[in-house]
């Protein structure tokens, strides 16, 4: 198994629930490492450009939208299939999909307010990281 590297964001409406801790938990359970970590609070820009694959759909703009809601985590994970153990954890986008037990299926409730993202591969994981962080403000663990 491969060690690599994913992005997520802990989304508007779980920050609002505060919900940090309890997701970084699940991360660290699932043998997940966090490499950086920051709140920020997305402009319409930022927001556009990182769902810039979506631009047209009909739920677009509600997504940028939500995504400006408020503050969001985001994050650099590292682990042994780091994107597809990030993606399980996780569950399906519509949370009413999402597998009994996953972040998703137990603390969102609506497609549109999904609680994380996560990388959906190693290409777009190294693209995701990059536009929220700089080389420097990734640490590798040294011990
Ligand atoms: P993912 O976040 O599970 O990778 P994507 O298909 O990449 O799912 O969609 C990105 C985000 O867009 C979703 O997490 C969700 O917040 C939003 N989204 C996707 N499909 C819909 C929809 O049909 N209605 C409303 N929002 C949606």
Same mark, same amino acid.
Request: proline share 3%; glycine share 6%.
């Given at each position: 198994m491969a060690i690599q590297r994913t992005f997520s964001i802990i989304k508007p409406d779980a920050v609002a629930k505060n919900l940090i801790g309890a997701i970084y938990s699940r991360f660290e359970s699932a043998g997940l490492t966090i490499l950086a970590s920051k709140m920020i609070h997305m402009s319409q820009e930022q927001a556009e450009g990182f769902y810039a694959?979506? !631009?047209? !759909?009909?739920?677009f703009d509600g997504l940028v939208a939500f995504m400006t809601s408020g503050p969001v985590m985001v994050q650099v994970l590292e682990g042994e299939n780091a994107v597809l153990a990030n993606r399980e954890i996780m569950g399906s986008t519509n949370p009413a999909d999402a597998a009994r037990g996953t972040i998703r299926a137990d603390y969102a409730t609506e497609v549109s307010e999904n609680a994380v993202h996560g990388s959906d591969a190693t290409e777009s994981a190294a693209r995701e990281i990059a536009y929220f962080f700089t080389d420097d403000e990734v640490c590798p663990r040294t011990r």
């Amino acid at each position: 198994m491969a060690i690599q590297r994913t992005f997520s964001i802990i989304k508007p409406d779980a920050v609002a629930k505060n919900l940090i801790g309890a997701i970084y938990s699940r991360f660290e359970s699932a043998g997940l490492t966090i490499l950086a970590s920051k709140m920020i609070h997305m402009s319409q820009e930022q927001a556009e450009g990182f769902y810039a694959e979506h !631009k047209g !759909k009909p739920f677009f703009d509600g997504l940028v939208a939500f995504m400006t809601s408020g503050p969001v985590m985001v994050q650099v994970l590292e682990g042994e299939n780091a994107v597809l153990a990030n993606r399980e954890i996780m569950g399906s986008t519509n949370p009413a999909d999402a597998a009994r037990g996953t972040i998703r299926a137990d603390y969102a409730t609506e497609v549109s307010e999904n609680a994380v993202h996560g990388s959906d591969a190693t290409e777009s994981a190294a693209r995701e990281i990059a536009y929220f962080f700089t080389d420097d403000e990734v640490c590798p663990r040294t011990r």
